[in-house]
């Protein structure tokens, strides 16, 4: 019997009641159902590492990939530390207080953050002052005149730390949004791009890797005529990314090792590239 189901919903509501951990805290691993690897934590790439877990499978066919959407970065770290999954998924690099000697944590690629809006929008030039407009509440409809409705994500996300880190400007411009009452919030990756799909004229963050890879009815718009891709993102001409950053306890099993591995070789990397990850040489990602 695998007891790491109860204990992840103990970790999930734990999680609730502390969104941000004081410190790193030891690794407490729990006993593995024999062949199974659990992986949670940031929707961004959670899709696309589904289907690289399918091409793993059908050369380890004794594995069993398990991927729990929704836990977030923070919660699929928190998860991993309490022993409840073997890998997390982060959309942000670990800050100083989470390091720890029990985990390891690597890079394993790069997507473009993308501006989106729904299939029945009519879309519009975006520039970093126009998204400067939009998000202090200056710019409030389309150029149709439809209005403009503006979905946030949760003030310790890592989108809104990126787009916070765009310019002094848009740092202000988010937290003025933050402030507007009647915003729309969501908190969870799926839940903001159905809300972007499923709303008429919502306009906000999602990764490309995710549109890609969850075939989702968006569109991603161009920012300074620039549309977002990545050979954009290669080629520096669309800087705006987000980092996906897989978290293993240090002394992981030989078959979670071996799925670290299959990211890192030719056919994984091809799995990913094909889902919108801009992946170095040796599954390293690359460097703006």
Same mark, same amino acid.
């Given at each position: 019997?695998?007891?790491? %189901? ?45 289907? @690289?877990?399918?091409? %793993?499978?059908?050369? *380890?066919?004794?594995?069993? +990939? ?25 959309? $942000? ?6 390091? *720890? ?19 029945? &929008?009519?879309? =519009? ?7 400067? $407009? ?35 400007? =848009? ?8 402030? $507007?009452?009647?915003?729309?919030? &969501? ?11 499923? +709303? ?5 963050? /999602? ?23 990545? @050979? ?14 897989? /978290?293993?306890?240090?002394?992981? &099993? ?5 799925? /670290?591995? %299959? ?26």
């Amino acid at each position: 019997m695998n007891f790491r %189901f109860p204990m992840l919903l103990l970790v999930l509501l734990a999680g609730a009641l502390l969104c941000v951990a004081a410190r790193a805290q030891p690794v407490q691993p729990v006993e593995a159902a024999a062949g199974q690897i659990l992986i949670g934590g940031s929707g961004s790439s959670i899709t696309a590492l589904q289907l @690289a877990g399918q091409a %793993f499978k059908a050369a *380890h066919p004794h594995a069993s +990939i398990v991927l729990l959407p929704g836990l977030g970065s923070n919660g699929g770290l928190n998860a991993l530390r309490a022993g409840a999954i073997d890998l997390a998924v982060m959309g $942000r690099p670990l800050k100083d207080a989470e390091r *720890h000697p029990d985990i390891v944590a690597a890079e394993y690629g790069r997507t473009p953050l993308v501006f989106a809006t729904g299939l029945r &929008t009519r879309p =519009m030039a975006l520039s970093l002052p126009g998204l400067v $407009r939009i998000y202090s509440g200056e710019t409030t409809a389309w150029p149709d005149g439809s209005p403009l409705r503006l979905v946030l994500r949760s003030q310790f996300s890592p989108e809104t730390e990126l787009l916070k880190g765009l310019s002094p400007a =848009m740092a202000q411009a988010v937290q003025a949004a933050r402030e $507007r009452p009647g915003m729309r919030v &969501t908190y969870d990756d799926r839940l903001n791009a159905d809300t972007l799909e499923k +709303i008429p004229g919502t306009l906000g963050t /999602v990764t490309l890797a995710q549109i890609i890879a969850e075939k989702r009815t968006l569109q991603a718009l161009s920012i300074d005529g620039v549309a977002p891709s990545v @050979a954009a993102l290669m080629q520096g001409t669309y800087p705006y990314a987000k980092p996906l950053v897989l /978290v293993s306890r240090a002394q992981a &099993t030989p078959l979670v090792q071996q799925f /670290v591995a %299959f990211l890192r070789s030719a056919p994984g990397r091809a799995i990913l590239e094909a889902n919108g990850h801009w992946v170095g040489p040796q599954g390293k990602a690359g460097t703006p």
